[in-house]
Nanobody, 125 residues
């Protein structure tokens, strides 16, 4: 498996923006879906956004829809998560991941098997 490395997290005020990056995607034939997730202590990891490496479709969880955008730069083996209009409830550790299964609208963590180490996002009110 290719090691995934997230970056771009930090502390921002509510209403601000951050762009997370995830380097290391090899886009091998076995990579069918790439995604972003987040987790706060004591809660399960939840899907935020996912997309097909071919770029044919993207999926967003309800809290992210309209504010977050997932994108990729294959030349850099990097997937991005642009986060705008951030809210305090967006505070979490954010992870990127790859799956050998196709993307599904529910963006379930159980479908993904290759995870980065995470990058912390903190949004203050």
């Amino acid at each position: 498996q290719v090691q995934l490395v997230e970056s771009g997290g930090g502390s921002v005020q509510a209403g601000g923006s951050l762009r997370l990056s995830c380097r290391g995607f090899g886009y091998t034939d076995s990579t069918r879906c790439v995604g972003w997730f987040r987790q706060v202590p004591g809660k399960e990891r939840e899907g935020v956004a996912s997309m097909y490496p071919a770029g044919i479709a993207t999926y967003y969880a309800d809290p992210a829809r309209g504010r977050f955008t997932i994108s990729q730069d294959k030349s850099k083996n990097t997937v991005y998560l642009q986060m705008n209009s951030l809210k305090p409830e967006d505070t979490a550790m954010y992870y990127c991941a790859a799956a050998v299964q196709p993307c599904w609208a529910d963006i379930a963590a159980a479908d993904f098997g290759n995870w980065g180490q995470g990058t912390q996002v903190t949004v203050s009110s």
